[in-house]
């Protein structure tokens, strides 16, 4: 999965020289929470509806609307808005782009092409969606957490045993919680008849099934 599948494309920009009152009309109209800055094609920088907030009147002022509208008038995008932007190139996995906010704790990206050019926008909202998406888990699927010694073929343990029930794997997922045990998830799409021959043919052979929940859609 790419971030150029997941993006928001051709999003809204602002120049840096545009007023503040006209930037927070933008964001409120589009229910936006952060703006890229772009001058002349470039990208220049970025802010949030934060730092709107942070050069607004407090809400307990005796300023009108009107009186509001025209302090904000008075300042422009560039007076609030970060030079230092990070950004994630079009081509990259969902799992960089993930990586990078996580790591610089910042709630979106502008997505660039090779070229440089702004081509688009990821969030973490966007970030969550594709989860949720790859998880299936509108579909609805039974869950199974597995608590399992990390030594070779246990992997194949667990598919063979799901197997000789006739029971498809929707997906798995290997956890390091210590140093030598490993928390495996595996998702079905059905089969919740035979969770409890699944569970003790699992633990006949020294893995443990902690955990068993159905996700999403009910029937």
Known sequence: MFVAARMTKHPITIASDATIGEADRIMKKNKFHRMIVVDNGRLVGYFSDRDIMRVSPSPATTLSKYEIRSLLDQLTV????????????????????????YQNKVGGLPVV????????????????????????????????????????????????????????????????????????????????????????????KGIK??????IGLQN
């Not at 099934?209 to 159905?214: E, L």
């Open 113 to 204: 092409s090779d070229v440089g050019a702004v081509v688009g926008i990821i969030t973490a909202t966007d970030i969550l969606k594709t989860f949720v998406d790859v998880m299936g888990l509108p579909d609805g699927k039974i869950r199974l957490t597995l608590d399992v010694e990390n030594k070779v073929g246990v992997m194949a343990e667990i598919t063979k045993t799901f197997a000789d029930e006739g029971m498809n794997i929707d997906s798995v997922i290997a956890c390091k919680y210590e140093e030598n045990r490993h928390e495996v998830v595996v998702r079905l799409d059905s089969g919740e008849e035979k969770i409890d021959e699944i569970k003790s043919k699992l633990e006949s």
């Open 209 to 214: 099934v902690s955990h068993v929940v159905k």
């Open 78 to 101: 560039r007076d609030i808005m970060h030079e230092k932007v990070i950004t994630v190139n079009e081509d990259a996995t969902i799992e960089e782009a993930a990586l990078i906010m």
